[in-house]
Nanobody, 129 residues
Framework: VQLQAFGGGLVQPGGSLRLSCTAS????????????VGWFRQAPGKEREFVAA????????WYADSVKGRFTLSRDNTRNTVFLQMDSLKPEDTALYYC???????????????????WGQGTLVTVSS
């Protein structure tokens, strides 16, 4: 799977952005729906951290406490695309945002960076007035 993330930019506090992540899965018989998807972010000088993930099986979705109620992860398997709708943005949301795919489906796995097999290149989100 190859992933490409886009949609980052500069936004004022309280504003919204929608990130997109498009996947190409290589062979016709392999479809994106068999992979779980996640978003992580990395702020300057900090480690990459979990933001949100959605399981490929039952579609369960999990969010980091810091974004719960403000961010929404969704996917459109017909377009091999994953979205991260970010509302009520705060300056502390400023980071490089990465999408990733994983063959796992539980929260314990999907909240862990090492359980992802493919990563997008990152898209920068800056929240500032």
């Amino acid at each position: 799977v190859q992933l490409q993330a886009f949609g980052g930019g500069l936004v004022q506090p309280g504003g919204s952005l929608r990130l997109s992540c498009t996947a190409s899965v290589g062979t016709p018989e392999r479809t994106f729906r068999i992979y779980s998807v996640g978003w992580f972010r990395q702020a300057p000088g900090k480690e990459r951290e979990f933001v949100a993930a959605k399981s490929y099986g039952d579609g369960k979705t999990w969010y980091a406490d810091s974004v719960k109620g403000r961010f929404t992860l969704s996917r459109d398997n017909t377009r091999n695309t994953v979205f991260l709708q970010m509302d009520s943005l705060k300056p502390e949301d400023t980071a490089l945002y990465y999408c990733a795919s994983s063959p796992y489906y539980s929260y314990s796995d999907l909240s862990s960076i090492v359980k992802y097999s493919a990563w997008g290149q990152g898209t920068l989100v800056t929240v500032s007035s």
